[in-house]
């Protein structure tokens, strides 16, 4: 008789991904804020198609490509490389789990278990968001069958190199695109942006966010990340996103600073920034470890994944 493993849903693989990574940097800065390359202005992409991935799974990309170091965020699935590039992943290399949106609809019942209906005697029902996960390899790991194979994958991926850095335009330039695209949100809050603080902070009651003067940090992209965290807080506000987390903030701390955290990272990925809010890995770590002690640890940091996302697409004024 042969006794199966439990199958491990793809949640909780990403959880356990999560927490290592944190651990094994602990004592390093913001795991997900890595410099600011031309390759980055890319963001990160399915090699072949040249689809851009969206949503948690940049940050789930930003989170394994810093892990193992990658240069380019360039992604393919195995079949893939090997349908189209006669390429396979090197042995030992290991796949990035992304996810898909899975939502199921499940029919409404009454304590009795029998079908609720509407008034027109339709049966009624809602609606539950899963995830399917899907595995990706960067190209960094990808090696062809043959010299041919290889050849045509070196071409590739010197032709990309090649156009990121044409395309690439000077820091400067880029911070006061970023900067002009932030102030378009600042004046959406009641209490405006006030500068001249010894900390950044924003206060949901004023709706309001204080920072310290620009000339406080040691470049225009430190204070740009750090102002994209505090925006970010500010999506939750009653007029914008209503997110329970802000609203309840000394309850739900920590997934909240998540949230405004990994909002910032996707923030400065769309504004080719580097982000970097002076925050550590030992201070995410904290914040995880909480979440990592609630009732559904790994539905609660997709949780913090998903408002991600919507409060980064709120600051820049996105769907």
């Known amino acids: 008789m042969t006794i199966s493993k439990p199958r491990v849903r793809v949640e909780e693989e990403i959880l356990n991904d999560f927490m290592r990574i944190l651990e094994e940097n602990k004592d390093k800065k913001n795991p997900w804020a890595k410099p600011w390359t031309a390759t980055s202005s890319e963001g990160h992409i399915n090699f072949l198609t040249g689809n851009r991935y969206q949503g948690m799974n940049v940050i789930l990309l930003e989170m394994y490509q810093f892990s193992k170091g990658f240069e380019l965020p360039c992604w393919v699935g195995y079949q893939q490389a090997k349908k189209e590039l006669n390429c396979v992943p090197k042995k030992g290399s290991k796949a990035a789990r992304i996810v898909r949106p899975n939502p199921i609809k499940i029919d409404a019942k009454d304590d009795a278990g029998k079908p609720i209906l509407d008034k027109e005697g339709n049966p009624e029902f809602f609606m539950k968001m899963t995830f399917k996960g899907a595995s990706v390899f960067n190209i960094a790991d990808l090696v062809g069958l043959d010299d041919k194979a290889q050849e045509k994958l070196d071409q590739k991926i010197k032709a990309f190199k090649g156009q990121c850095e044409e395309n690439a335009r000077p820091l400067s330039e ?14 959406d809050l009641k209490g405006s942006l006030n500068h001249g603080s ?12 204080t920072m310290p003067n620009r000339e406080d940090f040691k470049n225009d ?5 750090t102002l994209a965290h505090e925006f970010a807080h500010a999506t939750g506000h009653k007029d914008r996103l209503n997110r329970k987390w802000l609203n ?20 400065a990925n769309r504004l080719q920034i580097t982000c970097d809010t002076q925050n550590h890995a030992s201070y995410l770590g904290g914040w995880a470890s909480r979440i990592k002690d609630s009732k559904n640890p790994a539905q609660e940091l997709f949780k913090v994944f998903s408002y991600a996302s919507k409060a980064a697409n709120t600051v820049l004024g996105e769907a």
């Open 174 to 187: 880029r911070c006061k695109a970023a900067h002009d695209r932030l102030m378009i949100f600042s004046k």
């Open 198 to 209: 010894d900390m950044a902070y924003y206060r949901d009651d004023l709706d309001s966010v």
């Open 221 to 225: 992209e430190a204070y740009l990340s």
């Open 248 to 267: 309840e903030y000394a309850k739900y701390r920590p997934q909240e600073e998540l949230v405004a955290e990994f909002s910032s990272i996707l923030i």
